[in-house]
């Protein structure tokens, strides 16, 4: 046997139920929303991160071409010292007094 009001509670539960679901589906559909922008700010942050890689990867090229290029110079430098002082002492420059 049902009730005239238990007929009015079955519905008024499947509302309830029914704007339940629909309040669910829209904090579904935000959050949803929301992971997807922030993926594509990772994806976005990822793509700097890749060229900054990129760009220390050059730098570190360019280093090492100039700490090269330092060297040699540093071992032309000491040559040329060692010459001059060699020129000092066989003219008796390399003497004080």
């Known amino acids: 046997m049902s009730t005239p009001g238990g007929s009015n509670d079955v ?10 679901f629909g309040l669910y589906h829209e904090q579904v559909d935000r959050l949803q929303t929301e ?3 922030e993926n594509e700010l990772l994806r976005a942050d990822l793509g700097r991160l890749d060229a900054l ?9 360019d280093n090492d071409r100039l700490r ?9 430098f000491r040559q ?3 010459v001059i002082e060699r020129l000092r002492q066989s003219r008796g ?4 007094g």
């Open 68 to 76: 090269a290029d330092r060297d040699e110079l540093l071992a032309a």
């Open 53 to 61: 890689q990129a760009e220390i990867a050059r730098s570190n090229q």
């Open 93 to 96: 420059a390399g003497v004080i």
């Open 11 to 20: 519905q008024h539960l499947a509302a309830e139920a029914g704007r339940l």
């Open 35 to 37: 992971q997807a922008q």
């Open 80 to 82: 040329m010292a060692d």
